[in-house]
């Protein structure tokens, strides 16, 4: 029997054997996913619609399944506001630059502690686990950073945060498993230094790893927030996370202080325009959160696949 | 010669060889230098720095030049009127964050028992979308939902005739919300290394189990659960290390004066006290207070997990 033949037997099999506890089973089961998958997008949906709709409308209320009258205006006044460009500007040269900077750590070490014959890798390797465990805290890491003139400045945010150990563990896991070790013998045989086997033999066959761990160290520093507001206090230099949580969570009041019971009418004009600037702050928000997150969602589909791929390299041996 | 220098010779031969190896690997040493240096620079250093915990550090006279003050800043600590609210509400966002560990097992249980391959990958898709949206956002998304004049929590809930409910000025409510959008946000992702241990169960297994009658949920509990229980245990172990470390970012995102009865945690208080105050001695104490109570947790987790199922991380 060619395989073929034995899957459709199997199926057949399964076809026959599907009893009535399994096939109930199987819809509850369809239905429960369902219920998950809606539960787990509405709140993206819901931001989608509501940052494409009237401001008032949103606030109001009527806004559940598309947008209400559709307007691009707080996509307007998003683009209008400098902070959100600073930080667009900033993340894109610290992403970049600074997940650069965590594979020329991670990869070469994640190499080196793959090899056997290294001397000293128990030792080394223990070295790297200790402060996965254990580590300073807040205090004393900020003292350290602070000592090394590392706090607001250009480069603090692409130099923070420059290797992860987990990542570099999950590395090491690839660079053992998915590299066979005679590929370096004979690269010693005919004479091919560690520098020349890592560079044009390693590297180059570690291209799935490194794709994984610079999307894993790319998404993390898009995302920070911590670091930025810890080592961070020049307006120029402050991330989109600082900028996104300065607008949408810090003036959160606007609103509530809106206070339309007891007016003379003369105020009512000026209360007007005062009511309009408020609701757009609030429509700005949904259509902030869609342009910060956009890079991410649109990426997300297309190179899902890597992640999942990284965490079952880093489950095999964690 | 003598027995001696037989020895003797016998381990400065050993000693030179090792050397040797060593020096034939310095280009290896090379290339890992960088991180080497990095980690000693910005993970042992800060280690070293822990001892301005025991230390009344004045930064003018740095690190060093601090005058020892034992353990006074701990026992300031264990004082503080504050030092059992934030034990308990740290532990009781872990605790409760923990009661919803078996949540991704049993989407991960649900999303293997799929027959359909596309319907299986969209499942996936969109499960593990909400990992890849920042805190911030996150935070923001929750504070816009749950506003008493005009967030959709609210709406849905007058819709169904109940009372608006400014949801996150209640202490209460806290808890529940932070756990729970952090279900909504992770639930996917952490089902990943579940999903990956279940394609692993053999399918010979299986079809033995089936041709002995059971039925699919027989299949779950009997065969595949038991499969698993090696990456369920292990990931455990490490969420039990962290029970007295709360992601600070969230909690922080989501504090407010109003919800700071329930909100107030170790990870907060930590930076108000270094940071904010710059009482670096004082808050590099609970600091410390609270790594050495996640690593106690850890071992002693992994102890017992080493003795019932024969399980552990080390």
Known sequence: MTAKAVKVSVNRNKKIRQTKVDYFFDTLNVIIMVIIMFIILYPLYFTIIASFSDPYAVVNGQVYFWPINPTLEPYQNVLKESRIWIGYKNNLINVPLGTLWNLILTMPAAYVLSKKKLHGRALLATYFLIPMYFGGGLVPTYLQIKSMHLVNKSYTLIMLGGLSIYNMIVSRVFFQTSIPEDIYESATIDGATDFRQFFQIALPLAKPIIAVMALFYAVGRWNDYFTAMIYITDQNYQPLQIVLRGILLLNQTALSNLDTNNLGNDDIEYMLTLARQVYMAEGMKYSLIFISSAPLLIAYPFVQKYFVKGIMIGSLKG | ?314
């Open chain 2, 1 to 314: 010669m003598n027995y001696t220098t037989v020895r003797i010779g016998k381990r400065s031969e050993h000693i030179k060889h090792t050397l040797r190896g060593v020096l034939s690997d310095w280009r290896l040493y090379i290339l890992i230098a960088p991180a080497v240096v990095y980690i000693f620079l910005f993970n042992y250093m800060p280690m070293y720095g822990v001892q301005i915990a025991f230390k009344d550090f004045r930064p003018s006279k740095g690190i060093w030049g601090s005058a020892w003050v034992g353990f006074d800043y701990f026992q300031q600590f264990i004082n503080n009127p504050l030092f059992g609210k934030l034990i308990w509400n740290t532990m009781r966002i872990s605790l409760y964050s923990l009661a919803t560990f078996p949540l991704p097992i049993v989407l991960a249980l649900m999303i293997n028992e799929l027959d359909n391959q596309k319907f299986k990958k969209t499942v996936q898709m969109v499960t593990y979308a909400p990992h890849f949206l920042s805190t911030v956002v996150v935070c923001s998304m929750v504070t816009l939902f749950c506003s008493k004049e005009n967030g959709l929590f609210n709406n849905l809930i007058e819709m169904v005739g109940g009372e608006r409910v400014s949801i996150l000025e209640k202490a209460s409510l806290f808890t529940p919300v932070y756990v729970w959008s952090g279900v909504w946000q992770s639930i996917g992702w952490n089902s990943i290394l579940y999903i990956a241990a279940l394609s692993g169960v053999s399918p010979e297994l299986v079809e033995a189990a089936r041709i002995d009658g059971a039925n699919r949920f027989q299949i779950i509990t009997h065969v595949n659960i038991p499969s698993i229980m090696p990456t369920v245990v292990i990931t455990l172990i490490m969420s039990c290390g962290s029970v007295l470390s709360v992601g600070f970012e969230k909690v922080y995102l989501l504090q407010n004066k109003l919800n700071m009865d329930a909100s107030n945690v170790i990870a907060t208080y930590v930076y108000e006290l270094g940071l904010i105050s710059a009482q670096y001695s004082a808050s590099a104490a609970i600091g410390l207070f609270n790594t050495i109570v996640n690593i106690t947790m850890l071992l002693i987790v992994n102890a017992i997990a080493r003795r019932v199922s024969e399980i552990s991380l080390f």
